[in-house]
């Protein structure tokens, strides 16, 4: 299967590209990223409800699947930006053995874990335990398994659905940086995931373990779990580890799992031999949450 990235409107070339990377290393990123969550979480009653229709018609945002389609509805921008689904606009797949879209997005690179590196862009790698916060024992059960690289655009839905149904066995925090994980950034930062801020969503599922990575993103103001609430900010200065204890946390296939404040980025990790992909999932095709992108072997 092609591993290459995506290649869409966003991504710049040229010399256009590398300033737009290099500018990157030089800003705040985490002080931009903590004024976004700031001000993102502000009523401003007279204002809000333009904006998110301007921002909704500049990115073709379908509030019409929204179950509050009313941009007068939204008391922050957060709130909108982090909006529910009607029921039953995303559903799942009917076979029991499908794993389903966690989000809607565009994959950016997918196939297999090859001696322990995952796929970034094309001709870049990255380490497998570098992603995982360091931790060589948990990678090792990945070796040789398969991933998919899923981003979120600004225009996307933001909440992350489970694709397989498990038992959370560890919630990992590693800090990082906070570039973006736009199509361009992504081909020009070597290493992007695994030097970005992450939360690291280990289960046990009926395919063994599966990994749910949420990578962090220059203005993605917060990342929020529904068993730990907000975990990004406050930013973490070591990898942090929770396990979850002798009562784990159990969430179906298409529970929500957590959900991004603006664009970020989830990459699944499978072990050898558990799972296939679908034909479909390809470097640069559109996914929605909830649809069959794979099935356990």
Known sequence: MPESPATDSTQRTGIGARLFVLLQYGLPQHALSNAMHWLTQRRLPGLLPWVVQLYARLFRVALEEAEEPDPRAYPTFNAFFTR????????????????????????SAVGAIRAEQLLQAKGQRYRLDHLLGGDGALAARFRDGRFATLYLSPRDYHRIHMPLGGALVRTIQVPGRLFSVNPTTVAGVPRLFARNERVVCLFETAAGPMAVVLVGAIFVGSIETVWAGRMTPPRIKAV?????????????RGDELGRFNMGSTVILLFGAEAVTWASALIPGAQVRAGSAIGQIQ
């Open 84 to 107: 529910a689904l009607r029921p039953g606009v995303r559903p799942l797949p009917e076979a029991a053995d499908a794993i389903a879209c966690p989000v809607d997005g565009r994959v």
């Open 240 to 252: 942090t580890v929770t396990e979850a204890g002798s009562g784990p946390i159990r969430l179906a």
